[in-house]
Each structure stands twice: as C-alpha cells, then as structure tokens.
C-alpha cells in the first residue's frame, strides 16, 4: 500500500510538471494568445492606478468601502475571466483545426459567454473580499510577525486555491455552454475526485511565479530608490509576470478539466453515468498541446 500510495503521489507531481511544461511549450509555439491577457491587464492597471486614488476613502464609512472594494474588485474579476475566456476561444480554434482568430474569439466571449461569466466573477469577489476581510482580522500591523506571516501565507494560498478553482470552472463554460451553476459544480467534482492532480498544478505553477517574480521582490525589498526611479520598465516586468501567472493557471486548469472530462465521457460511454468516472491514471489522457484534436473529439465544438 505504500509503495502503491508512493508511486500514485509522484505520478500526480509527474501530471503537474507535464501540464506546466505543456503550457510553456504553447506559448512559445503561440505567443499571441496572450495578447488579450496582456489588453486586460492594462486595462485593469488603469483603474487601479486612477480610479482607486480619486475614491475619498477617509470619508466612507466601513460598510461603504467594503460595498465599493466589492465593486470594483467585481469589475477585476470579470475582465479577467472574460481575458481568460478569449484565450480558451483561441485554444479551441487550434484544437478544433480551424484558424486562430482574435475577433471570433472575443465575439463568442461577449455574446456567448459572458452572460455566465459574470455570476461567476461576482462570487469570486464576494469569497474574495470576505478572505481580505478575515486576514485584516486576524493579523497585525506588524508584518515581520512570525504568526502573521504564517496566516497570511495561509490566506494567499486560499486565494490562490479560489482562483484556480475558478479557472477550472471557467473551460465548462467557453467548451460546453454550460451555466455558471454547473460549471461550479463541475469544477468542484473535478476537484474533489482529482485534488492530486489539481495541488500539483497549483503548487508547480505558484513555485514556478516565486522564481519568475524573485528578482522584483529582492529589488523591492533591497533598493526601494531603484524602484522609484525604474518604475516603468519594472511595471512592464510586473504585466510579464501578471500575464504569464495568468495564462499557466488557465492552462493548466483548461487541460485538467479536458482529462476529466474525456475520462468522464469514458465512463458514461461504459456505464451510462458521466459523474461516476474513474481516476485518470487508468488510460493515457488527451492534451490540448499534442496537435490532437481532442477537443472536437471529446468534447465536441459546437462553434463553426
């Protein structure tokens, strides 16, 4: 049993660094998905940078702020959804064998998906927003507190859980044309029955940002005046870093929930029941980066 317990543990860390290295391996073969996560992101710069300091935050009341950090924090999680939706538009132009198409992609987006979306970045943010809550809570002033940093750690991890479970969600809805209900719900299942699989992914592609996202810390951290006198080109080093932790998340959420999902079409296949799938260490798994289309095959377009 623990050689067995072992062997299963490494193959989940093995899925984790496969879908990693696949995503990087596309990227470098289409640089150009990320082009609507690079417009969303200065997009989202814009309004944190003029919008936020023209709020009177000393004159709201806390009920107030929370209602207007909701809001706005809301209108975040949408544009990035809806940056991340258009790259799963582009992802299935290349896996259904058609042409890569930007304004296809963004169509489908708005009309098509962003009626689901936005229910879904609405509970984002509520969950969010409740978490920066209980942090302020629960920590101090005083940042160089061991226990504080302990409980921080614990909520940036919990938001980093939240946004990858969203991502999960997010290929039911761009694939299938599901609600956001059962997006949730598939995405929770997937979850569940595969959380190996998915703390692998989360945790490769968290270690993988810290290491990308070093240099800037320690220049933060060692020489504040640098930064100040730098600040555009290291805002430029900080939309490569935002745009990149983005498209892996999504990446690799998007091939987890194809392998699910095939498994699951599998079993219903078998079994005539598609929530009752085994694991997905019993078959060799579709990839979105094999050049297979796996997507029409499994999943079946359903956009010409």
């Not at 000393?58 to 209108?75: E, K, M």
């Not at 980093?160 to 761009?174: D, H, N, S």
């Not at 929770?188 to 990308?212: H, N, P, Q, Y």
């Amino acid at each position: 049993m623990g050689v067995s317990w072992i062997e299963e543990t490494c193959g989940d860390w093995a899925d984790g660094v496969r879908m990693l290295r696949n995503s990087l391996r596309f990227l470098g073969q289409h640089p150009s998905t990320l082009l609507p996560l690079v417009v969303i992101w200065l997009v989202s710069v814009h309004i944190i940078f003029s919008v936020l300091p023209a709020i009177p935050w000393q004159t709201l009341d806390v009920v107030p702020a929370i209602v207007l950090i909701y809001a706005i924090n809301s209108a975040l999680c949408l544009l990035q959804l809806t940056g991340c939706s258009i790259l799963l538009e582009l992802l299935q132009h290349i896996e259904t064998g058609r042409p890569m198409r930007l304004w296809v992609a963004l169509r489908d987006t708005v009309l098509r998906n962003l009626w689901a979306i936005l229910p879904l970045a609405l509970v984002w943010s509520a969950v969010e927003v409740l978490l920066w809550i209980l942090q302020a809570l629960l920590t101090s002033k005083d940042r160089k507190s061991t226990s504080d940093s302990v409980v921080r750690a614990w909520f940036d991890m919990a938001q980093k859980v939240l946004r990858m479970g969203t991502y999960l969600a997010l290929p039911a809805i761009a694939w299938e044309d599901v609600g956001p209900y059962q997006a949730v719900r598939r995405a929770i299942r997937i979850g569940k029955t595969e959380i190996a699989s998915f703390i692998s992914a989360t945790s490769l592609s968290a270690l993988f940002m810290f290491f990308v996202g070093l240099p800037l810390t320690i220049l933060a951290y060692a020489d504040p005046d640098f930064v100040k006198a730098h600040w555009k080109p290291l805002l430029v080093y900080a939309m490569v870093i935002w745009t990149l932790k983005t498209y892996l998340e999504q990446m690799m959420m998007a091939e987890l929930y194809l392998w699910a999902r095939a498994k699951a079409w599998d079993a219903f296949e078998v079994a005539g029941d598609p929530l009752r799938h085994p694991q997905l260490k019993t078959r060799i798994m579709p990839s979105l980066f094999n050049g297979v289309p796996d997507l029409s095959e499994r999943l079946g377009a359903r956009r010409s």
